[in-house]
């Protein structure tokens, strides 16, 4: 699911927001022979990046079980301009992976569960460094959480409806209201 722009629509109860991360949109999926794979999302030529980002996988080999897609966001400690640097041979910064999202959990088709149903079920996968859940917060004060963010160094907010399925297209996912961006 892509989250489109925040227009100041009033919004009814039931949100979260969680940092806007300017990173590299990706997929960690564990097959169900165990193997790991990493795909970007953005459908580049060659969005199969998991011979490059083998070094980054094996820290999941243990934690995903098989069946399991992961909706991610690859950042790098040096920022997003840094990312390239993650698929070379000797990376000059470390990466950072947040996990927001769940499409698959051992094998079950969780696009018709809600965000929050699908949160639930993502903690329980332990991630270690360099992979940080993002569970998403309260949406309290869009104007406040936002500021928060900021000062955080994020580039703005998420916020998303709490009851909302995960919508796949054929080829990526949809861009819809339940997920918004502001920055």
């Known amino acids: 699911m892509q989250p489109i ?3 100041g629509e009033r919004l009814a109860s039931g949100w979260i927001y969680e940092p806007k991360i300017d990173g590299w949109r990706m997929q960690i999926i564990c097959c169900k022979d165990g193997k790991l794979e ?3 999302r953005r459908l580049e030529r060659k969005p199969n990046w998991s ?3 083998a070094y980054l996988l094996a ?3 243990d934690a995903l079980p098989k069946g399991t897609i992961l909706d991610c966001e690859l950042y790098s400690t040096g920022g997003r301009r840094f990312i390239p640097s993650l698929f070379a041979k000797k990376p000059k910064v470390d990466p950072v992976v947040y996990v927001f999202d ?3 959990f051992e094998g079950t088709n969780l696009s018709k569960k809600t965000l929050k149903q699908r949160k639930t079920l993502l903690c329980r996968i332990q991630f ?3 992979f940080y859940r993002l569970p998403g917060k309260g949406l309290t004060n869009m104007k ?3 500021a928060s963010e900021l000062k955080k160094g994020h580039e703005g907010i998420v916020i998303k409806k709490l009851n909302s399925p995960y919508l796949l ?3 990526s996912p949809i861009a819809t209201q339940n997920w918004r961006k502001i920055k």
């Open 38 to 40: 990493c795909w970007g």
């Open 128 to 130: 270690e460094p360099p």
């Open 144 to 146: 406040r959480n936002y």
């Open 59 to 61: 820290n999941l080999k």
């Open 51 to 53: 011979n490059k980002l």
């Open 102 to 104: 769940m499409i698959y």
């Open 169 to 171: 297209g054929t080829e």
């Open 5 to 7: 722009p925040y227009f």
